[in-house]
């Protein structure tokens, strides 16, 4: 089959590999029908190469029809049309009891310290084959696999894979009050859809942060106000300013490692990636620092005892925070991996409707053949072409 591999820094293509096949009687083969781009295979493209092997085939955000299934699945069928979460959960373990998928005791990474396993990214989490590709092995298909109608477009439930559960939870997790306000820093992929989300949620006051003009007017579009970094010089005091003088009662960030604003992490990050693997490694792991600017933003912005929801992800493990503010401002602090499972059912009922509540099927603005992938990959990263969202279609 073919499959979108990674190469080395800044480097995937498309390459002839092994179909999948069974391994374990609670497996399934499923062909992938479409499949995403993830602000999250960015990271790989551009800074966690330490972790990856050529040839390591990417992509967590997938859905297709079901090919072959192991002698345990009792719940799938061949031709059943599935869409994947990207966190791979066994449904039964102390953690999965509890609805915390993404730290599946069954799946976790015990010998890298991490969580579940997930689909295409890096040994740090199970090195287990991705999704960007014709066909896909899914480990505990008798639980992670969601059942759609087969007359729903791609696209009306591609995102359940990922980035709708994720800006979903970074709602949950903001705990916006009611009839409060809600800032969202980061207009990608997610940061897009928590916009629409908090919309048909009914929060009012969203107001939408990010420097690229697209997805400004696409928050725009959707109902929120927006605020463009790159014009203001303090967004804190703007986002106060829009605020009654206090600042958001919660904000979610959606932006993580690789924020803009920080150039001299910046350096550091290039300068770390670009080392041989073992260092690189103990670079990241001992004394890694992220780029930080959307974070302290959030920090700053939120109103005194308001809630800051981290959607974003982090890789750093020297990352230096505002403890004095932190704590002085009374902030709550939520995040963490998407436990995608646990919001599936709840949003396919809302997404599965003759009328489109959330806008999904417009969400992508490039729809391209998997070969094409790794011409978009640098587009995506370069945010060029008005690049907000990529779909592709093995």
Known sequence: MRALTWQGLQDVDVKDVPDPVIQ??????IRITSTAICGSDLHLYNVLGAYLQPGDILGHEFMGVVEQV???????????????????????????????????????????????SLFGYTSLYGAVPGGQAEMVRVPHADFGPVKVD????????????DILPTAWQGL??????????????????????????????GIEKVIG???????????????????????????????????????????????????HGSPVLGAAVAAAKRLPKPLARKAIETAGVDRLAALQLAIDAVRRGGTVSISGVYGGMADPLPMMDLFDKGIQLRMGQCHVRRWTDELYDIVRGEEDVLDLESLATHRVPLEDA?????????????????????
């Open 209 to 259: 942060v990010d420097l690229v003009p697209e997805r400004l007017e696409e928050a725009r579009r959707h109902g929120a106000d927006v605020v463009d970094i790159s014009s203001v010089k303090k967004p804190g005091d703007v986002l106060r300013e829009m605020t009654d003088g206090r600042g958001p009662d919660s904000v979610l960030e959606a932006v993580g490692m690789e924020a």
């Open 374 to 394: 790794p011409e978009m990959y640098q587009t995506f990263s370069e945010k060029s072409d008005g690049c907000i969202k990529v779909v592709l279609k093995p």
């Open 70 to 116: 192991g002698g345990a699945v009792q719940n799938l069928q061949v031709g059943d049309r599935v869409v994947v979460p990207f966190n791979i959960s066994c449904g039964h373990c102390w953690m999965c009891s509890r609805g915390l998928f993404a730290q599946c005791e069954t799946t976790q990474n015990r010998d890298q310290g991490k969580g579940a």
């Open 24 to 29: 374990q009687p609670t497996d399934a083969v």
């Open 172 to 201: 949950e997790y903001a705990d916006v009050p009611k009839g409060g306000s809600l800032a969202i820093l980061g207009l990608g992929p997610v940061g897009l859809m928590a916009v629409r989300a908090a919309k048909h949620r």
């Open 150 to 161: 087969p007359s729903l477009p791609d696209e009306r439930v591609l995102y359940l894979s």
